[in-house]
C-alpha cells in the first residue's frame, strides 16, 4: 500500500476507544481507559496477599504465590514466640518446604546488649533475635536473583524497645518457589501475638 494510501486509511479512522479506533488524549492530556492487557515492558503492580494472624500454631504458610512472583515482601508486625530459645525463620519451598542448605547471617543489636549478636542458621534463614519478650515488626524481602534462587533482605525492630536485626542470605531452590514458611529454630515453638502480610509483585 503506497503512502498515499496509508494516509488515506488513517484519515478515515474514528477517534475512540473501539476496535480499530484512534486514540487521543483527553482534554486534561490524558490517555482515556482502554484494556492494557497486550502491553508489555510494564513494571509488576504490587499485590497484596493474606494476612495471617501469628497467634498460635509453630508455623505459618503462605502458599500458592504465583510463578511471576520476582520480589516478594513479608511484613511482620508485632510478632511473638513462646519460648526465648528460638529465632524466627523463613523458609522456602517449591512444592515442599526446604529446610536445608540456607546460607545467611542474623545480626541483632540494641538495649543492654550495644554490642550484638551474630547468628548463622542453615536450617532457614533467621531474622530475629532469642528473645520471647520482644515483639518484631519490620520487613523481609526476598529478590530472585536469577534461575531459582532467592537472596534475602531483613530489618526488624522491636516494638517499644531498642533492639534491631537485621539479615541476609541466599537459597537455591529446586524449581520455582510457590510458599513461604515462617517457624522457629528447632520449629516446636508457638507463636503467640502479632500477624504477617505478604506482598509480591
Known amino acids: 500500500m503506497s503512502f498515499a494510501a496509508n494516509l488515506a486509511a488513517l484519515a478515515r479512522r474514528v477517534v475512540g476507544t473501539a476496535a480499530n479506533n484512534l486514540l487521543a488524549l483527553d482534554g486534561a492530556g490524558k490517555l482515556p481507559a482502554v484494556d492494557g492487557s497486550q502491553l508489555t515492558g510494564l513494571p509488576a503492580p504490587l499485590v497484596r496477599g493474606a494476612t495471617i494472624a501469628t497467634t498460635s500454631g509453630t508455623a505459618i504458610d503462605f502458599v500458592g504465590i ?11 508486625k508485632g510478632v511473638t514466640t513462646s519460648a526465648s530459645s528460638a529465632q524466627i525463620i523463613l523458609q522456602l519451598g517449591a512444592g515442599a ?6 546460607a545467611g547471617v542474623m545480626m541483632h543489636a540494641g538495649g543492654a546488649n550495644s554490642s550484638g549478636g551474630i547468628y548463622t542458621v542453615t536450617t532457614g534463614f533467621a531474622v530475629t533475635w532469642e ?31 531498642a533492639y534491631v536485626a537485621c539479615a541476609g542470605g541466599s537459597k537455591d531452590l529446586a524449581g520455582v518457589l510457590d510458599r513461604i514458611r515462617i517457624t522457629t529454630t528447632g520449629g516446636t515453638n508457638t507463636f503467640t501475638a502479632g500477624s504477617i502480610t505478604i506482598f509480591w509483585e
Open 97 to 102: 518446604v526446604v529446610a536445608t542448605g540456607y
Open 131 to 161: 528473645d520471647v519478650a520482644q515483639a518484631a515488626t519490620g520487613i523481609c524481602t526476598l529478590i530472585n536473583r536469577t534461575g531459582n534462587e532467592w537472596v534475602l533482605s531483613s530489618l526488624l525492630a522491636e516494638n517499644g524497645k
Open 66 to 76: 504465583p510463578s511471576t512472583a520476582r520480589k516478594i515482601t513479608l511484613a511482620l
